[in-house]
T-cell receptor, first 112, second 118 residues
Framework: DSGVTQTPKHLITATGQRVTLRCSPRSGDLSVYWYQQSLDQGLQFLIQYYNGEERAKGNILERFSAQQFPDLHSELNLSSLELGDSALYFC???????????FGNGTRLTVT | AQTVTQSQPEMSVQEAETVTLSCTYDTSENNYYLFWYKQPPSRQMILVIRQEAYKQQNATENRFSVNFQKAAKSFSLKISDSQLGDTAMYFCAFMKHEEGNAGNMLTFGGGTRLMVKP
């Protein structure tokens, strides 16, 4: 068990809808990273937060947004969903140093 | 920007044999980390092994070892005495060393699907 909790495990929704994925980092970790794993794009970095502040941005679509709350949990919001957004979304945490990095078990999103 | 390439989409090996997975990367950074992650059918991301670029000695974790060639930008994974439980996707990943906590994201290769046959 990595100590990183992602909810829900599975999510099925329709095109055009909006969903929120939640991540609780490992106790004591300050950084949260979001990654997307899709058949088309492979595994790619979306965004990083550190202690509530955005620290780095990757290939995150404008329809996607994220935040990290004072209790350090993070939420990834995906809106105007398209079929191509179907993917496994991973959250990882670390900190105060970048390593070691701990991955959650992912949220599988299916857009129909 | 960094890129990571895994040129073998699929590989197979007989149980108890040895297999080597290839990875090359491109970067202008001098300080970085390299990783191999295993993703079994359960979809978890499991760290197999990690290498710091400043260390010349190749990392080893039990049956897993790497051949790190910094000049050639090559980072291969050797699995000895392969077991059925080693069947999984294997991802090579790069992280540049940043002071502080910004920009320490992983760049992944496309993965190699390894099948261990009984």
């Amino acid at each position: 068990d990595s100590g990183v909790t992602q909810t829900p495990k599975h999510l099925i929704t329709a095109t055009g809808q909006r969903v929120t994925l939640r991540c609780s980092p490992r106790s004591g970790d300050l950084s949260v990273y979001w990654y997307q794993q899709s058949l088309d794009q492979g595994l790619q970095f979306l965004i990083q937060y550190y202690n509530g502040e955005e620290r780095a941005k990757g290939n995150i679509l404008e329809r996607f947004s994220a935040q990290q709350f004072p209790d350090l949990h993070s939420e990834l919001n995906l809106s105007s969903l398209e079929l191509g957004d179907s993917a496994l979304y991973f959250c990882a945490s670390s900190g105060p140093k970048p390593l070691p990095l701990h991955f959650g078990n992912g949220t599988r999103l299916t857009v129909t | 920007a960094q890129t990571v390439t895994q040129s073998q989409p699929e590989m197979s090996v007989q149980e108890a044999e040895t297999v080597t997975l290839s990875c090359t990367y491109d970067t202008s950074e001098n300080n970085y980390y390299l990783f191999w992650y295993k993703q079994p059918p359960s979809r978890q991301m499991i760290l197999v092994i990690r290498q710091e670029a400043y260390k010349q000695q190749n990392a080893t974790e039990n049956r897993f070892s790497v051949n790190f060639q910094k000049a050639a930008k090559s980072f291969s994974l050797k699995i000895s005495d392969s077991q059925l439980g080693d069947t999984a996707m294997y991802f090579c990943a790069f992280m540049k060393h940043e002071e502080g906590n910004a920009g320490n994201m992983l760049t992944f290769g496309g993965g190699t699907r390894l099948m261990v046959k009984p």
